[in-house]
């Protein structure tokens, strides 16, 4: 008995020196892995604007790549407003209905029919993709072609947009419906005490108090919808502009780098080099969006 106790111990011992030690290697693999697409991402970058003046990057309001040397045109503002336009729309759609779904479940829903809904959130976050960039382009376009006056073009940027924002409905939802639930009983109790209705507890007490959490859910929202590529790719087309006409063919920077990644152009070329120049830039969104999401809950976070 006592031999047993002592292998026992000994296996503790063991697991306690060796277990933090795999940690710590799984943590630096993660740090490592981040430094290297940080540091692919510069290499390359530098090297398009070696090519390509950075003012003109910047400032250029047209995009065309494919053209011959001297009228080609590498003005990322195009994309970036492709980009913007796919994830206005997206938001539009994604945070009144993730918001509403997220107090319901909340505040009103009983556990039996939130045993429901939950899991069918979780199955609409689960579709892949692909399948939303095709539910997009054979149904959401149709669709809006006979609804709206005039139609609209085979590729534009509303049927994107929407779809888009139906998937990101359940990470709004899901995020603020946590920021709700941790929102102290008491001061829900309390608020009826005084005579106040649910909905105004729910919007004048709860709301307010999880208001950190809801707007981060907010902001890495919009951080999914700027990293997008699949629906884009088949249901926006490929006509980068600057213009913002939501009926027409857009182009936003990931379906950029997924055309020009399908193996037509030439390694070392300036187009390959492009890619690299575009990918930083929508790193440097996803970055500042994620940035602004932790800053948002840590200044804004109430103590209960």
Known sequence: MIQENKSSRSQSAVMEKVVPKLFLICAIISIFTTIGIVFTLLTETFTFFNRISIV???TN?????FAADEHADFGIIALIMGTLTVTAIAMVVA???GLAAAIYLSEYASAKTRKVIKPILEVLAGIPTIVYGFFALTFVTPLLDKIIPGGISIFNALSPG???GIMIIPMIASLSEDAMNAVPNSM???ALALGATRFEVAMKVVLPAALSGVIASFVL???RAIGETMIVTIAGGSRPTADINLTESIQTMTAYIVQVSQGDTGYGTT???SIYAVGMTLFVFTLIMNLLAQFISRKFREEY
Do not use: H
Request: proline residues 9%; hydrophobic residues 50%; aromatic residues 26%.
């Open 221 to 223: 929202g919009i951080s």
């Open 188 to 190: 829900r109790e309390g």
């Open 61 to 65: 309001t047209r995009w065309f790549p």
């Open 162 to 164: 929407i779809v888009v």
């Open 56 to 58: 003109e990057f910047f």
């Open 95 to 97: 945070i009144p209905i």
């Open 271 to 273: 187009i390959y080099y």
